[in-house]
């Protein structure tokens, strides 16, 4: 890490997670440590504990063996000031594939319960939904940083300074306030701050899994009526279960663009789903969250 790290290079970090070892009824390592970073709120960012859970699992296949696949409960608050342990359990190794289950634990207490699915490198049939025309270069559009500069708010200045990675909403944001247009859909620009110098494709993965958190559930918004200018006063949100499947490999320090839609919102939820293309037009991922936003009727 560097002498005065950034918000990525504090991720980065959180991400390296320490072994616990001679853990288990036959000492195996499969016990993991990690560290919190700061969110948007007074609470464990989702999108850390899940990327930092995709880690641990992958620290237990070969290296031949990616994600292809998670499913995660969020089930509790996490506390910013104590670390996180994530307890794999190997739940099977076949000739392609690898399947894993790691609870995050604080306090004694699980925060986040995920499943994920490893496979090696095969070839097939291929097919993807194109990515839409006509898209502008994030180049182009408005970054967050921009956006926010100089907005005294603590939220403002988490997203345009505190945040790992940098945003550029199509056609503006609901930061500050409601959409013009309250349309259900949203196009969202997203890379890292600066440059990762890692290769690993797990770790660019599990970068993906944590910035795709940040933005799931703002279709919900939008098509409500209104921002995040409201979220925690007058509408309570928490991510409550979360999906995703990659599909190819990506690098989280370069451009990715979030295709999004809600499909509905129901019972103080809403669901979000999004397909994550890079410049080139190749599908790398498709998600899927669920979240408790209690909107006014």
Not at 49 to 63: F, K, S, Y
Not at 263 to 287: E, F, K
Request: proline content about 7%; overall charge negative; hydrophobic content about 40%.
């Amino acid at each position: 890490m560097t002498e005065n790290p950034g918000p990525l290079d504090e991720l980065l970090a959180a991400l390296d997670l320490r072994e616990v070892e001679g853990w288990g009824p036959r000492g195996e390592d499969d016990l993991w440590r990690g560290d919190s970073v700061p969110g948007p709120g007074r609470r464990v960012y989702g999108g850390q504990v899940l990327a930092q859970a995709l880690i641990a699992c992958g620290r237990t296949v070969e290296d031949d063996r990616l994600p292809h696949s998670l499913h995660a409960y969020f089930l509790r608050e996490g506390a910013l000031d104590s670390p996180v342990d994530f307890a794999v359990e190997r739940l099977r190794d076949g000739r392609s594939f690898s399947a894993r289950r790691t609870h995050a634990i604080q306090a004694g207490r699980p925060i986040l319960s995920l499943t994920a699915s490893f496979q090696v490198d095969q070839p097939g049939y291929e097919a993807q939904v194109p990515m839409p025309d006509g898209v502008p270069a994030p180049e182009d559009v408005t970054s967050t940083v921009e956006a926010l500069a100089g907005v005294d708010h603590p939220a403002a200045r988490y997203w345009s300074e505190g945040s790992a990675f940098e945003l550029a909403h199509v056609g503006g944001s609901v930061y500050l306030g409601a959409a013009s247009d309250p349309r259900p859909e949203q196009l969202v620009w997203v890379r890292a701050r600066h440059e990762i110098s890692s290769d690993d494709k797990l770790l660019h993965r599990a970068l993906l899994a944590f910035a795709c958190d940040q933005v799931m559930l703002e279709p919900v918004l939008r098509q409500a009526g209104t921002s995040w200018l409201d979220v925690g006063g007058k509408v309570p949100m928490a991510s409550l279960d979360h999906a995703m499947w990659f599909h190819r490999d990506a690098r989280a320090d370069e451009w990715l663009l979030y295709v999004q839609e809600s499909p509905g919102a129901q019972g103080g939820r809403g669901l979000g789903l999004a397909r994550v293309y890079d410049r080139g037009g190749a599908l790398v991922a498709t998600i899927a969250q669920e979240g408790m936003v209690r909107l006014p009727g």
